[in-house]
């Protein structure tokens, strides 16, 4: 369940930081948060995907880990992003 090149430009252009951003911490969260949201969607039709569901749960593992780096590192920043995301809270 790929994003369309189009929905991956409008994340990466709500989340950036500045011009040039495209990988930062927060555009990372923003992207994998959406392709999980799209797998969630996915799996309400496709109940026994076993082998997309673990690449959900590694997704969902890996933006815990960018989120703890995140809340650890610039905490102002951590909990604008889980507001807009509407994650964690």
């Known amino acids: 369940m790929a994003l369309t090149r189009d929905r991956k430009q409008a994340v990466i252009s709500d989340n950036k930081i500045n011009e040039k951003d495209t990988g930062s911490v927060q555009v990372q969260v923003a992207l994998l948060t ?13 109940k026994k995907d076993n082998h997309s ?3 959900l ?15 650890k590192h610039a905490i102002e920043e951590y909990n ?4 807009k995301l509407k994650i964690r809270k």
């Open 80 to 83: 604008k992003l889980t507001d």
């Open 57 to 71: 749960l590694k997704m969902v593992s890996l933006r815990r880990k960018l989120l703890k780096y995140l809340k």
């Open 53 to 55: 569901r673990r690449g």
């Open 34 to 46: 959406e392709r999980i949201n799209a797998l969630a969607g996915h799996f309400k039709t496709h």
